[in-house]
């Protein structure tokens, strides 16, 4: 587990503050918030963040906009080349003020590189010219559903079998594994999936392999090797898939 490492936020004449690090696969980075917004966008790798009601799945070719206040973790699940916006309070204001999925196109990623690539020393009307049209792209970006309901932390038992299936959503770690792993019985961890998130595990785990599977097939995974390493055979993850989102993985979009 790590803390977050955020830029100075002190500096409110500064219209947004960039932030460009590295992190390894496999890296926690423990639930924190900050009074700016901000736009997480990775130039590389997978990652889901964590905030207190869902969990995202974030292939590069997505971002996750993120309000102020809002406490989040982020959990590494391959080598990352984070490039992060935060936008002051009164900027952040003028966007969306719940969690959001990001459809990150050609225009949007180089306005986002560009910025951070300014760091400390923005040259003024091309700074500001960057700055307005950036936020002009996030409002009209497309947003995705890459959205997984995640428990309240009341019940370390659930929260922590729900954080292994993400890390580990394959079919051939059955629920009587992860509930002896969670330290429960099957009957009471099926009972607090009802109860904390209106579904069974089976469902649930379904929702985070379909949304593991759409972060795969971003980057060009091969079908093929998505169902092997979710538990499926190619065929029964094609059908599995197509009765969720109504299409084939083979044809799924590629946005």
């Given at each position: ?18 932030l460009a690090r590295t992190y390894p696969r496999g890296l926690f980075i423990e639930p924190h918030a900050h009074v700016w917004g901000q736009l997480l966008y990775a130039m590389s790798g997978v990652m889901w963040v ?81 700055v307005n049209l950036a936020l002009l792209e996030l409002k009209r970006a497309r947003r995705a559903f890459l959205k997984i309901p995640m428990p309240s932390a009341t019940d370390r038992r659930l929260m922590n079998l ?94």
């Amino acid at each position: 587990m790590a803390l977050a490492m955020p830029p100075d936020l002190s500096d409110t004449d500064r219209p947004v503050q960039p932030l460009a690090r590295t992190y390894p696969r496999g890296l926690f980075i423990e639930p924190h918030a900050h009074v700016w917004g901000q736009l997480l966008y990775a130039m590389s790798g997978v990652m889901w963040v964590e905030t207190p009601h869902e969990a995202l799945a974030v292939p590069p070719q997505r971002a996750v906009w993120l309000p102020p206040g809002v406490s989040h973790g982020i959990r590494v699940v391959s080598d990352l080349q984070m490039r992060n916006i935060y936008l002051r309070p009164a900027l952040a204001e003028t966007l969306e003020s719940t969690v959001q999925v990001i459809e990150v196109g050609g225009l949007l990623r180089e306005l986002i590189v560009h910025l951070v690539e300014q760091g400390e020393d923005p040259r003024s009307d091309y700074y500001e010219a960057l700055v307005n049209l950036a936020l002009l792209e996030l409002k009209r970006a497309r947003r995705a559903f890459l959205k997984i309901p995640m428990p309240s932390a009341t019940d370390r038992r659930l929260m922590n079998l729900c954080q292994a299936v993400m890390s580990a959503p394959s079919l051939d770690i059955s629920f009587e594994q992860h509930a002896q792993s969670a330290g429960a019985s099957v009957r009471t961890l099926a009972r607090l999936f009802q109860g904390e998130l209106g579904m069974g595990f089976a469902e649930w785990r379904r929702q985070v392999q379909l949304a593991t599977a759409v972060a795969e097939l971003i980057q060009g995974v091969p079908v093929s090797r998505i169902a092997r390493a979710l538990g499926y055979s190619p065929s029964s993850f094609s059908d599995m898939f197509r009765r969720a989102l109504g299409v084939a993985p083979s044809h799924y979009p590629a946005g």
